[in-house]
């Protein structure tokens, strides 16, 4: 089972439990080998918020999605709530970044 996201005390019940569902289904299309196609897209309709959705931070491998680093976006595409994920510079041409084992 995955962690639970550290905002879990303060996200709603239903979204968390659909955070974890989404994040393993991701892990299942990987295990599946469902990975390679081209634009493929999931994504899960945040109940009570409107218009919101969960969907995976581009650029992430399936095996790579958990229900932590999902993102909560609107109709229009853009984050509803702040990301763990650092934002697009426009003036950046390359980034990097590291994360080390004692984070956890």
Not at 3 to 20: G, H, I, V, Y
């Amino acid at each position: 089972m995955l962690e639970e996201p550290s905002a879990s005390c303060r996200m709603n019940p239903e979204e968390l439990r659909l955070r974890r569902e989404l994040a393993d289904f991701y892990q299942l299309l990987h295990h599946l080998g469902w990975t390679e196609l081209i634009f493929n897209h999931i994504s899960v309709r945040v109940p009570g918020t409107g218009h919101q959705y969960l969907v995976n931070p581009f650029g992430l491998n399936y095996y790579e999605v958990t229900a932590e680093n999902l993102l909560k976006v609107g109709v229009d595409g853009r984050l509803v709530e702040p990301s763990a994920i650092p934002p697009i510079r426009p003036d950046s041409l390359c980034t990097g970044s590291s994360t080390s084992i004692a984070r956890t």
